[in-house]
């Protein structure tokens, strides 16, 4: 069983899930709050998971959590179920594992350090929705997705841009293509740096730092006093994020199958 991160205050991962939820509820079709936590639905995205789902934030058992998610998904195609819940994560991950459902675990990383050293950001320009979208596109098309759940995946990107009002940020190579991207999304106090990505013949250069690294710059001039990131807990990017700075702060586990 994995513990969650000590790192950070109650108070930080408080804002981090209102954050993210703030943001949820501008992109997705509907957030209805429930005693639990919340159900997310957007029947214009269906085969978008991250806007058709239940948000668990009580401590609940791996029998009650599906039983609510069969009340409350039960219009849905597939269910997805995230817990923000730090106590009852890690048991509810070996659950559901043992049951045969998918899981993921990401893990919420907190500025609350200096990096190893310093990034050359004046490669990082401000970028284009459109071609945004497109070096999204090329992101999701490395997955073995059909064509309609790539074109949802791709519209949900460019609506998630416009209402959260994320600035863009990119690198281009020397014939103008954009070929690393991250968003930057701010209320104001609190920013998230989201959606990395670099494109595979533009890799080991140093460009998803420094899209990273802008980002961090951009949120800093801004006076954000709270600046976060998401990665998958299991995978190499959150040594990068380490190594701009980022702590982690807090766990958030997903669990679906059709």
């Known amino acids: 069983m994995r513990r969650s991160p000590a790192a ?11 954050f993210v939820r703030e ?16 159900v997310v639905s957007t029947p214009s995205l269906p085969a978008v998971w991250s806007v058709n789902q239940i948000r668990v934030a009580l401590p609940l058992g791996f029998e009650s959590v599906i039983e609510l998610a069969e009340e409350q998904l039960a219009a849905t195609r597939y269910v997805h179920i995230v817990t923000e819940n730090q106590d009852s994560g890690p048991g509810l991950e070996d659950a559901f594992r043992a049951a045969g459902w998918k899981t993921e675990r990401e ?13 050359d950001t004046s490669v990082v320009v401000d970028a284009d929705e459109d071609e945004v979208t497109e070096m999204m ?10 064509a309609g759940a790539l074109d949802q995946l791709v519209e949900f990107s460019r609506r998630e841009v416009r209402a959260c009002g994320d600035r863009l940020l990119g690198v281009r190579s020397s014939d103008g293509q954009l070929v690393a991207v991250s968003k930057l999304r701010s ?26 690294a802008r980002a961090v710059e951009l949120a800093r001039d801004d006076g954000h006093d709270l600046i976060f990131i998401t990665a998958d807990d299991n995978d190499w990017p959150k040594q990068l994020y380490a190594r701009v700075g980022f702590r982690p702060l807090g766990l958030m586990w997903q669990f679906h199958h059709d």
């Open 137 to 146: 596109r090329r992101w999701y098309s490395e997955d073995e997705l059909d």
């Open 187 to 212: 209320d104001g106090r609190t920013a998230q740096v989201e959606d990395v990505y670099t494109a595979p013949e533009a890799r080991g250069r140093g460009f998803g730092r420094a899209v990273v």
């Open 8 to 18: 950070g205050s109650v108070d930080e991962l408080g804002r981090v899930v209102a």
């Open 107 to 119: 893990v919420w990383m907190v500025l609350a350090a200096e990096p190893d050293g310093a990034t």
């Open 23 to 38: 943001n949820l509820a501008k992109t997705a079709d509907d957030l209805r709050p429930i005693q639990a936590g919340c």
